[in-house]
């Protein structure tokens, strides 16, 4: 009968109108892979860290220190320094410093946090870098930490007393309204994870210097 090839027509109109088969659906949204940020320190809040030292402006942004950190007189592009006292088995302190080379300085995010990563040498089978980006006060920041053999000589020369095992690293750079600050947090593994917390949230509760009217 004619009417049979009308009702498989209908019955077939509703699965093209829903989009039906792999073909017709839509793709899939493209995203960039990142490495994952699991045990990285910037990936936990810190809620329990006190911020009670004395505060510091840098490139028109504000910062505030734990006040248990020792701080080293600052000069040239060491803009800010600190460090942690050794504890535990390590035998060096933990440091912090944050460098400032004037608007458009230093080469740009990427150029220096490939230098860090190019500093420490990974044991074999170790994890990739750990790396991510976050926002504070409106200002793009980039992080890494990984930890090895620590070599802070510049051009691929050997710094005095060859690579230091057992070392951490934690650099971040924020891009501030006068220029981008790169805080680089190095040390011994136990001391500088003693550090980090206060160092991370130090960073993240970071705000723009604001000019008060009148």
Excluded at 77 to 85: D, F, N, Q, S, V
Excluded at 93 to 102: K, Q, R
């Amino acid at each position: 009968m004619a009417t049979r090839p009308i009702i498989a027509a209908l019955l077939i109109l509703p699965l093209i109108a829903c989009g039906g088969g792999e073909d017709s659906a839509e793709p899939a949204s493209e995203t960039e892979p990142t490495a994952s940020t699991s045990g990285a320190v910037f990936a936990e809040s810190h809620a329990d860290v006190t911020l009670d030292g004395t505060g510091f402006t840098l490139a028109g942004v504000t910062f505030t220190p734990p006040g248990t950190w020792e701080s080293v007189p600052a000069g040239g592009m060491r803009a800010a320094e600190y460090y942690l006292p050794a504890i535990g088995g390590d035998s060096d302190s933990a440091s912090l410093v944050v460098f400032f080379f004037g608007a458009g300085g230093a080469g740009g995010t990427e150029a220096n946090i490939t230098r860090w990563i190019s500093q420490i040498a990974q044991d074999e089978g170790a994890a990739p870098p750990l790396r991510g980006t976050a926002t504070v006060d409106g200002m793009p920041l980039s992080w890494v930490e990984l930890g090895g053999s620590y070599n802070p000589g510049m051009g691929g020369g050997m710094a005095a007393g060859g690579p230091r095992e057992g070392y951490h690293l934690v650099g971040a750079v924020l891009e501030a309204p006068g220029g981008a600050l790169y805080l680089k947090l190095t040390g011994p593994k136990e001391t500088v994870l003693a550090m980090a917390p206060g160092f991370v949230k130090m960073v993240m509760t970071a705000s723009q210097a604001r000019v008060m009217d009148g």
